[in-house]
């Protein structure tokens, strides 16, 4: 399995972004889809993640009414609109797959079994 994290770029404070998977070598649509995000200094950190059917999304407490998730089965793509960008978002960002057949929590990286090479995101105050 590979995935393609694409759509990063420099953008100023205020702006929006939206960030792309895309899942290639087999089907992921019985996986929860995860982003997450590293800036420098720091440990990666948990951003958004969705089920499989997109019934359920969830959210770091630092994006929650600022980022949307969503996917698209058909296209094996899922998707994270970052709107009302702050400096504190820059970091690279990642996307991950998650077995259905895992642990249950979304929010811890070590969970996810597959990962994107990362895109990254910079926001100038």
């Known amino acids: 399995v590979q995935l393609q994290a694409s759509g990063g770029g420099l953008v100023q404070a205020g702006d929006s972004l939206r960030l792309s998977c895309a899942a290639s070598g087999r089907t992921l649509s019985s996986y929860v889809m995860g982003w997450f995000r590293q800036a420098p200094g720091k440990e990666r950190e948990f951003v958004a993640a969705?089920?499989?059917?997109?019934?359920?999304?969830y959210f770091a407490d630092s994006v929650k009414g600022r980022f949307t998730i969503s996917r698209d089965n058909a296209k094996n793509t899922v998707y994270l609109q970052m709107n009302s960008l702050k400096a504190e978002d820059t970091a690279v960002y990642y996307c991950?797959?998650?077995?259905?057949?895992?642990?249950?929590?979304?929010?811890?990286?070590?969970?996810?079994?597959?990962w994107g090479q990362g895109t990254q995101v910079t926001v100038s105050s």
């Open positions: 991950g797959a998650k077995s259905p057949y895992g642990p249950s929590t979304v929010v811890a990286g070590t969970t996810y079994d597959y």
């Open positions: 969705i089920t499989w059917r997109g019934d359920s999304t």
